[in-house]
């Protein structure tokens, strides 16, 4: 079986580590199999601000970016997505990060222009599934900030093995 922390919060006040909460558990009868913290992939994905859209000179539906990745940094980076636009956050992923999927993001030319990343929509980073544009977050962001930390997406999961002398933990 496997439970959130966020779940079980709802039900009891807890200010324990995933670890501590996990003793705790198996102590108490019910064997903790795994902690896994379910959006850790995140956390190399940044927030980047979108500073300059182009158009692509050799491709109608392709867009050259200038994105600030954060620390002073912009990148270039060759979008498809119809809704970029100057100004907007999103999230981005630089070369060297691993998507879902084990989709490697590499610095590359696309249509002879440099990409040094890739702005992701939701369904890329599999929190949506809406492929039709990049992530639009609404709001004010740092640049660089992770992705996970700057929607305040943390939560644990638990993979609990129920034993037999324990059927009651089997209602929901």
Request: charged share 25%.
């Amino acid at each position: 079986m496997k439970v959130t922390l966020s779940w079980i919060k709802e039900y009891i006040s807890l200010d324990l580590e995933p670890e501590e909460i996990a003793s705790k558990l198996t102590m108490a009868g019910l064997e903790v199999d795994a902690i896994e913290n379910l959006y850790a992939y995140l956390q190399d994905i940044v927030v980047a601000k979108v500073l300059e859209v182009k158009k692509h000179p050799d491709a109608d539906k392709l867009s050259c970016c200038v994105v600030d990745t954060g620390n002073s940094t912009t990148a270039q980076i060759v979008c498809g997505a119809p809704n970029v636009r100057v100004g907007m956050y999103s999230a981005c992923a630089l070369p060297g990060v691993v998507l879902p999927g084990d989709v490697k993001i590499k610095k590359s030319k696309l249509r002879g222009q440099v990409s040094e990343g890739m702005l992701c929509s939701g369904a890329e980073l599999r929190l949506d599934t809406d492929a039709a544009g990049i992530m639009d977050l609404s709001g004010e962001y740092v640049p660089g900030t992770p992705l996970n930390q700057a929607l305040d997406f943390a939560d644990t999961v638990f993979e609990i093995d129920l034993t037999p002398n324990r059927p009651d933990c089997l209602r929901a």
